[in-house]
């Protein structure tokens, strides 16, 4: 077991104990939830804060380069990551293969935006409340590591190997916190901001290097070259 997923393991481990932390202090300290509402972030110190910088480092991390600590699949759209092969690419296939798992993401996307519509439509009816919203999120927090070590369902969808050729790697925090849209107040606000920031780097360097993101033009996103070991079913070379 290589050390990234000894340490996502951990990190599993560590999000489901914040999930269960955060439904006892739903059902027992209501009155911390208070911080989402507009005004209440700078008004006083809630643990709640402590999850809000935990989130904003952790999407720092997505926006530098790091070599070790942080997984190939995000850190892909990154120059120093890239291995080009030694043959010339060829462009014609790296554009259908950028078109088509664009294509995938964004069918992805229509599926999370319906999925916000109902819990929009839940919200503003008066049935979900920001501490519920906030708890879904958390849910999705706990959920983004059960897609990564576990089983992802969006590779129904995309069609990728492995996380380290995932199209959306770096999706997931916008993803995750895309339920609190609905809520108007600093701490969603400043989380959605700095994911979709997050996002639109991803984005914009799928556009603009894409050879940074096909195995067949990056050496290292290839089952034979890889470190991380974070799936579950690895290639048969690596089985053997």
């Known amino acids: 077991m290589t ?25 027992l300290r209501p009155g911390e939830f208070e911080l989402l509402e507009s005004g209440n972030f700078f008004s006083r110190f809630s643990v709640l804060h402590l999850l809000w910088a935990v989130w904003v480092c952790d999407m720092i991390a997505q926006l530098v380069p790091v070599r070790g600590k942080v997984p190939l699949g995000s850190q892909k759209l990154f120059r120093q990551r890239f291995r080009p092969i030694r043959e010339k690419i060829n462009y014609q296939a790296l554009r259908q293969y950028v078109v088509s798992t664009t294509k995938a993401a964004y069918h992805v996307m229509l599926l999370w935006i319906a999925l916000l519509t109902v819990i929009g439509i839940l ?69 959605l901001l700095m994911a979709f920031v997050v996002w639109l780097i991803w984005e914009l360097c799928v556009l603009l290097y894409p050879e940074r993101f096909w195995e067949y033009s990056n050496v290292a996103l290839r089952c034979s070259e890889c470190t991380d070991k974070l799936c579950t079913q690895y290639c048969q070379k690596l089985r053997g």
Not at 18 to 27: H, T, W
Not at 165 to 181: A, E, K, S
């Open 123 to 191: 919200y503003y009816n008066g049935i979900l409340s920001n501490a519920v919203l906030f708890l879904i999120s958390v849910t999705f927090y706990v959920c983004d590591l059960i897609c990564v070590l576990i089983w992802c369902p969006f590779r129904l969808i995309l069609k990728n190997r492995c996380c380290t050729t995932c199209r959306i790697f770096n999706w997931d925090h916008l993803m995750m916190f895309t339920p609190m849209i609905f809520i108007k107040g600093f701490y969603s606000r400043s989380l």
């Open 3 to 27: 050390s990234i997923r000894k340490a996502y393991i951990i990190r599993l481990v560590a999000r489901c104990v914040v999930f269960i932390l955060c439904v006892l202090l739903f059902v």
